[in-house]
């Protein structure tokens, strides 16, 4: 299940193996977990918009203004993908089989018209017009712990891998081959609106000396569930 919850404030960190442990253990004991998912991300780009964009400063305000397309799958099952678009904040989605994602990556793209479907009408003339092509592949372990009563949601992502080549998006096997070594990275993501709790604060904190910020164009995918 999607949740479809906007948070006003995110932060993005690459953490230590350790750091990620003192997190999970904590989150455990405040937070509700919502359980754990293996997820598989394509992520698309217009090539012909970057080419023609104005250099800005905040280049979030650019990446919040840009239509971003990408196709996710769960726990090593492409049977059935989900198309989402991002634009303006928001988020929409469509489901596609993986007959259509095969015929997508083999440069089809007629069935995207005929299942008259807006969002994926949308999707055919990002493709067909505006050079929207395949970015990156990226898998990733993705844990989830919620506290609603306090408006926040972490997410901590783990065995991260990445590849530019998008035909290797439907064999997690020959995926997980050619990215050995990348599993070491683990990210932590965190989206409230209003304050983040005490103590995951304080341990937040203790963790800043060895986190990184997040920057840039890799970023798992905005899944949630």
Request: net charge negative; with cysteine.
């Amino acid at each position: 299940m999607t949740i479809k919850k906007t948070y006003l404030r995110q932060l993005k960190y690459q953490i230590t193996r350790e750091d990620y442990t003192a997190l999970r253990t904590c989150l455990s004991v405040r937070g509700e977990e919502r359980g754990s998912r293996h997820i598989h991300t394509m992520q698309f780009v217009s090539y012909r918009d970057l080419a023609s964009a104005k250099p800005v400063e905040d280049t979030a305000i650019l990446e919040q203004d840009r239509t971003r397309f990408s196709l996710h799958y769960f726990d090593d099952d492409p049977t059935f993908l989900l198309l989402e678009r991002r634009e303006d904040g928001q988020q929409t989605s469509a489901m596609v089989t993986e007959a259509e994602c095969r015929a997508l990556l083999a440069g089809e793209t007629d069935w995207l018209l005929n299942r008259h479907d807006p969002l994926l009408q949308d999707f055919h003339d990002s493709l067909t017009e505006h050079m929207l092509l395949p970015q990156m592949l990226l898998t990733y372990q993705r844990e989830v712990y919620t506290a609603d009563d306090l408006d926040l949601w972490v997410a901590l992502d783990t065995d991260i891998r990445s590849s530019l080549d998008h035909m290797d998006f439907l064999d997690p096997q020959q995926l997980e081959r050619v990215t050995t070594g990348q599993e070491n990275r683990i990210l932590m993501e965190i989206s409230y609106s209003d304050h983040i709790p005490d103590d995951v604060l304080c341990l937040l904190e203790e963790t800043a000396p060895r986190r990184r910020l997040l920057k840039g164009s890799f970023k798992p995918a905005q899944i949630r569930f």
